[in-house]
């Protein structure tokens, strides 16, 4: 007989708080930080940074961040363009505030593979684009 508790003790007086997403904001272009972001735009910087940074490279960032793009070097780009989806999709939906990535489009171009996505978050839609070299 498995015992049954009716009652441990344990209510449920909380209630879950969304931390704002405001952020300093990067200007890749010119190396800097400038103001602020928030919401949409803090989004579209994270997913920057979620594709640009290399999984497991730099011990600054947790195992859970960044996409895996290096060791698709020399494959052929019929697997790059497969697993570059699969891969963006992977390493975008470790985020709490990303509920799903989909419509890809994936497009060749010399020796670099195209991939346009559609990120939906908390926020809204984002569509972006992530060029990964092969």
């Known amino acids: 007989m498995i015992p049954r508790i009716e009652n441990d003790?344990?209510?449920l007086d909380f209630e879950e708080v969304i931390e704002p997403s405001k952020n300093y904001k990067l200007i890749p272009d010119?190396?800097?930080c400038f103001g602020f972001v928030d919401e949409i735009e803090a989004m579209k910087q994270a997913i920057f940074l979620m594709l640009?940074?290399?999984r497991y490279d730099h011990i600054i960032y947790s195992w859970n961040f960044g996409?895996?793009?290096k060791d698709l070097f020399g494959k052929p780009v019929s697997f790059v363009a497969s697993e570059a989806k699969r891969r963006i999709r992977e390493a975008l939906i470790q985020d709490d505030r990303?509920?799903?990535v989909d419509?890809?489009?994936v497009t060749t171009h010399?020796?670099?593979v195209h991939i346009q996505y559609t990120a939906h978050t908390i926020y809204g839609e984002?569509?972006?684009e992530k060029g990964v070299e092969y």
């Open 52 to 54: 640009s940074v290399e």
């Open 103 to 105: 419509s890809f489009v």
């Open 67 to 69: 996409a895996e793009f």
């Open 30 to 32: 010119k190396n800097r």
């Open 98 to 100: 990303i509920n799903e």
């Open 110 to 112: 010399k020796n670099k």
């Open 9 to 11: 003790g344990l209510t």
């Open 126 to 128: 984002i569509t972006a």
